[in-house]
């Protein structure tokens, strides 16, 4: 049976294998309760099951496809009246590369369900008891492509999205105990790829990374108060030269008057 503190209960998604399994151990191991949700329900039970074993930690799990609405809406629930919850974890998440005029209509439409609507409605569902009890975190798992268009506009589209968004937040909460992080990973080794059709050996082999190293790096990030973390950036200046002309860039859109080049 684990010594540590009840820190609270963690909500995972995507937490049957790859990043979302790596986060319940580590947070198992750190004192956290888990309610772990996925699709595949053996998958889930095996995790559940270990941690309950290794941590002595209580486990709870939610089979769901968070692109279903009735399953969706049953996690919000599930979630929005626990008042246990200190962390939610935004981990679940489709990928692919395909082009806009290429991609199967209903597999962008699942796309953008599960990484963007069910993001945002179990982000929507957790935060006002979070912001209640002045207590807690989310963590919002984006991508480098949210920073550019490398891949498929649709998935890239979803990802940026997300950066947005928890960054948005982080404005909204400022001022409470209550923190955001957005975690930006490169290339992860996961079944993601498996699911996406998408062999790993397409990529130049330095640029992935393990799901436990990004895990362990996105929650060390976490515990040093960064709002943003990327494991793959060497050069943490070069984040905030980014943001900087980024919001330099966005000052200078505004003017009462087309400019000088229209002719206007």
């Known amino acids: ?3 540590k503190d009840n820190k609270g209960t ?4 995507g937490a049957s294998s790859g990043i979302g399994a790596v986060y319940a151990d580590r947070l198992a191991g750190q004192g956290y309760d888990l309610v772990l949700v996925a699709r595949r329900a053996d998958r889930l039970q095996e995790v559940a099951d270990r941690l309950a074993y290794a941590y ?3 486990v709870q799990t939610i089979v769901a496809d ?4 009735a399953d969706l809406r049953r996690v919000e629930q599930a979630v929005a009246t626990d008042d246990s919850v200190t962390l939610l974890i935004n981990n679940a998440g489709v990928g ?3 082009t806009i005029a290429d991609a199967d209509a209903d597999a962008a439409e699942r ?3 599960v990484n963007v609507v069910a993001l945002t409605r179990l ?3 957790v935060l006002p008891g979070l912001i209640k009890r002045n207590r807690g975190a989310i963590i919002n798992i984006a991508s480098v492509v949210a920073y550019g268009i490398a891949v498929g506009g649709i998935y890239s589209g979803t990802k940026a999205y997300v950066a947005n968004f928890t960054e948005a937040l982080q404005k909204e909460v400022a001022g409470t105990d209550v923190k955001v992080q957005s975690v930006v990973p490169g290339p992860v080794r996961t079944e993601l790829w498996d699911v996406s059709g998408i062999s790993l050996d397409r990529l130049n082999p330095d640029w992935i990374m393990s799901a436990e190293d990004l895990v362990d790096a996105a929650l060390a990030g976490f515990a040093q108060g960064e709002t943003v973390t990327a494991p793959g950036l060497a050069d943490a200046a070069g984040l905030n030269t980014y943001l900087g002309a980024r919001d330099h860039f966005y000052g200078s859109l505004f003017s009462s008057k087309p400019a000088a080049r229209y002719a206007v």
Do not use: F, H, P, Q
Not at 10 to 13: F, G
Not at 66 to 69: I, P, V, Y
């Open 66 to 69: 968070l692109a279903a609405d």
């Open 1 to 3: 049976m684990s010594t």
């Open 96 to 98: 692919g590369l395909e």
């Open 123 to 125: 982000t929507r569902a």
């Open 111 to 113: 796309m953008i369900k």
């Open 56 to 58: 002595g930690r209580k």
């Open 10 to 13: 963690a909500v995972i998604t």
